[in-house]
Structure formats: structure tokens, C-alpha cells
């Protein structure tokens, strides 16, 4: 008995998938059931089944994050494949590979009204191109596109009937090589001579690489990039705004002359306000076409050829700012008046990561919070949705962030730890990320802190947050929402802890590092009423 055309067409774009990726997320639907079936009966992909096409499409850009390969997400058609654009804008901005596979209606019935059928060509605009798949003869194409393009979106068109009344046979041959999916284009924007006589600050961001000649450049780097030989912390930069510092009457000169950028860095408005000095010198850096070049008139290049190097003088400068600064974070962390803070949980998160560890960071307050604290660390490997720098997915991604690291080291008795930490806006924004089916992979070492202030802290320290705007502040910018996360997390099925002061999460911490629980929850119940008074004392401790 044959199959009908739609099993076949879904079995031929099946296999060259296999070809490309070794993980999908499947959504279920009824229009995607021939490309649902087609997948599950190959041994060479690994299935994963979530119910929401959102957090399907942050889990597959999760994995993606850690495999750097292309990972897809398979659904049904009509407003199903709306939901995959966050996590495709997400993908595009972080040069992470993503696919999205999707069914649709046939060409002859769109714009006729069908029901659940839209306009699916091109519905991802400038991030992601269509490639449209309607006969067998299409399907070669395939291979192209996943071997020239990070952003997929196969779109395919699957006729009634749909399924026959069996499953179809496993396939004859199995792949175990994969093509990589293609990095960012490479371009070389050329060389840069580059005096280190100068004073020479590096800032450095999420997508940041060791540059040669760089290595002994004091270094403002943010968690997602690599640890730097000689890191400065970022409260620093408000030292290096200053033309002139006065300590035990001395006067010490503090501005640096240039500033080198590499990778994307965007957390501290101290450190991007040196970007668009107009009296320093600022290089970019990139091996792609994207810059980040916030003031439009800075030197572009991709590689440095450096004369001279640092003074002894511009070393004990910045090393000297730095341990200020580090120090004014110790002291303000150990100023009750503070109570129990998001920097004190990004603390306690710090102080139990270990080696071979992995760190997931949410977007919003935990990775500034991360980066007072002292982060990046060698030998930890740290995650961020810096791309677009939403709240979007979050749980998703840091779940697909465990999953494909333990895959990575299956064969050891142990999964490594992989340690999430996030804020409770942005939890509660793919709180459906925590809905795992019992025969799913599930996360075997994965803790996930809420750092829970019931509402958007990061809004204290900013513009709106001042007194005078505060009678407007709490409903439509703090919005507090008093979800009670034991019970959210108890009818996901998930572990769940509190912890009311820094002793307790470090504990906690600390219990699961010894007895892994699968998947844990720890909330943190942190204050944001003193975030901003907080804030000011650190910068009044640095800038002298």
C-alpha cells in the first residue's frame, strides 16, 4: 500500500533534515501531522514535543546556543507560525542558527478564506527568507539553505489526504555526520595599527573574541564574553569618564585616550557613554557586517596590529579603579540597610559556580547584576539572549541550554550543572517553558534562581523610577503581580525552594550542587525597594 504524496513529500524534506540537525521541537497540529510522523520515525533525530510554538521556538534557539548548529521547530500552519518570529528575531541579532519548519495550506488556497491559513511566505520580513517546498523536486534545495543561511524558514505545502492509516517505515540509511550550520558571514573589515603606548581601555561584549595583540589591554568585559587576562570592572568606567582623579594629594590622570570594542556590549550606561566620547578614540571591531558603532564615526576593522604596550603607570590606573570598584560592591552588599537584593542573589549564584559549569543569564536585571558581581568567570560557560536583549523565552532557552549540554556529555555518570538565574517578570513571561511531557527529555542537573522583587526591578534605576514620576511608577512600570511561584511551580511538577536571605540561597545552591534534582526552582524573595538607593551608594563609592 503506497503512502499518500504528502508523507512522501514530508519524508523526502524529513531526511535532508537529518542531514543538518540532530535535535527538532515538535508542535502538535493537524496540517504539520505528515512532517510530525515523518520525523518520529527516524533514529537519527532527536525529538523533543512542547504544546506553545513560542516556547518551542526559544527551546530549539536554547540548544541551538550550545550546539551551534541548526536546530528546528516544526509546527502547523496559520497563526502557529507567528508565534516563532521573538525567538527568529532573537536568533538573527545573536547570529544564532535557528529553523523553522512549517506546514501550510496548498498555494490554491490562500486567500480564499480557508480556515487557518494565512499568508506564511514571508512572514518573517528581513530576518529569515522562505523557502518554499510544494513537490518533491523542491526538497533538494534544502541543503542549499541550511548550509548558506544561520535563519531557516522552510515553509511546506502538504495537500489532503495528509496521513494514511499506518506510520510510516524507519529509514533504510541513518545519518551520523552533520553539515555545521554556516557562522556569521565573515567579512574582514581589514587592520587597525593600534599604539598600546596610549591609554587603552577594551570593552568587551556578548559574541566578544580573544583578539591577538590584545591579551595585556586592561579589559571591561561583560558575562557572555570571554574572561579577560586583565579584567577592569565595569563601575570602573565612571573613573575613565573623568579626565582627572585626586587621591592622598595626588592627581592621577584616568581618561584613556582610545577604547577598543569588540563583540556587542550593551549593559552599563557608564561603559557605552565612553563609546560615544567624542574626545577618545573609539575602534570596532567585528568579523561580521554588524557594528557596534553607537557613535557612527568610529574606526571599523577586524584585526589590530599593535605597536608599544601598556605603561606600568595605565596598568596600576586601571587595576587600581578596578579593586575600587570591586570593593565598593563588597561594601554595599554588606550594608543590611539593602536588605536582601537581585546583586545579592547574582552573589550567591557566583559564589557556588564551579568549573565545567554552565550559566544561563536572564536579559534584564540578573545579567548586570552578574557583572557587578564579577562575571565572566573562566571556565564557565555563560549564555545570554543579548542579541535583541528581551525577556522573551527565557525559560525555554535556558531549559534548551541544559538539554543539549548534558546530550554534549552523555556517556558521563553525571549531567553537568547548569545554573539559570532570572528575574520573576521575566519567569512568569515563559512560565509555560516549565511544561515538559513525562516522555520528554527533561533536564537532569538544572537549577533555575528566581530572583523574585514581585515586579520589574530594573525599573527602579532608571529615568522613570526617579521621585517625581513615581505616583505613575508602580502599576504600568514595576508592575506587581504577587503570583505564588511554589504553587505555579507545583502544578508544572516541578522541585521548588524559597529562600528569604543570602544564608538560605546558599544553601540551596549548594544542596542542589551536591544532589542534582533534575529540574529546580529556587526562589529568591529579593526586595526592589532600596535597588536604586543601592545603585546610587555604588556609584558614589567609585567615582571619588
Known sequence: MSYPESMNLAAAVAEQLSRHLSDVVICPGSRNSPLSLALLARGDIRV????????????ALGLARVQRRHVGVVMTSGSAVANCLPAMVEACHSHTPLAVISADRPTRLIGTGASQ????????????RTLQIETLDDVAALGEEFTSRR?????????????????????????????????????DHGEVALDLGKNTIVIAGDEAWAVD?????????????????????????????????SAND????????????????????DV???????????????????FTDLARDTVRASRVKTTGEPTREWLKICDAASELAAEAVRETLGDDAHGFTGLHAAAAVADTLGTG????????????????????????????????????????????????????????????????????????????????????????????VVANDDGGGIFETLEIGAEGLRPSFERVFATPHEADIASLCAGYGVNHREATTLRELLDALLDTTEVPAGLTVIEARTTRVTRRALHEQLRGRVVL
Open 48 to 59: 523533543h514535543v512542547r504544546l506553545d510554538e513560542r516556547s518551542a521556538a526559544f527551546l
Open 117 to 128: 491559513t494565512i499568508h506564511q511566505q514571508g512572514i518573517f520580513g528581513t530576518y529569515a
Open 151 to 187: 535563519q531557516v524558514h522552510v515553509n511546506v505545502a502538504l495537500d489532503a489526504p495528509l496521513v494514511g492509516d499506518r506510520l510510516p517505515e524507519p529509514p533504510q540509511s541513518t545519518t551520523t555526520h552533520r553539515a555545521p550550520a554556516p557562522g556569521p558571514r565573515a567579512a
Open 213 to 245: 595583540g590584545l591579551e595585556d589591554v586592561p579589559t571591561i568585559a561583560e558575562p557572555s564574553a570571554p574572561a579577560a587576562y586583565r579584567p577592569v570592572h565595569p563601575l570602573a568606567a565612571g573613573i575613565f569618564r573623568r579626565e582627572q582623579v
Open 250 to 269: 595626588y592627581v592621577v590622570n584616568t581618561r584613556p585616550e582610545q577604547v577598543v570594542v569588540v563583540g556587542h556590549p550593551t549593559l552599563h550606561r
Open 272 to 290: 557605552l557613554a565612553l563609546l560615544v566620547d567624542p574626545d577618545l578614540k573609539v575602534i570596532t571591531l567585528s568579523r561580521t557586517d554588524d
Open 357 to 448: 559549569d554552565t550559566l544561563f543569564l536572564g536579559a534584564s536585571n540578573p545579567v548586570r547584576d552578574a557583572s557587578l558581581i564579577g562575571l565572566p568567570y573562566d571556565g564557565v560557560a555563560t549564555y545570554s539572549p543579548r542579541g535583541a536583549a528581551g525577556i522573551d523565552g527565557t525559560v525555554s532557552q535556558a531549559i534548551g541550554v541544559a538539554l543539549a549540554t548534558q546530550a554534549a556529555h552523555a556517556a558521563e555518570p553525571r549531567a553537568p550543572r547548569t545554573v539559570a538565574l532570572i528575574g520573576d517578570v521575566t519567569f512568569l513571561h515563559d512560565i509555560g517553558g516549565l511544561l515538559i511531557g513525562p516522555d520528554e527529555p527533561h533536564p537532569e542537573n538544572l537549577t533555575i
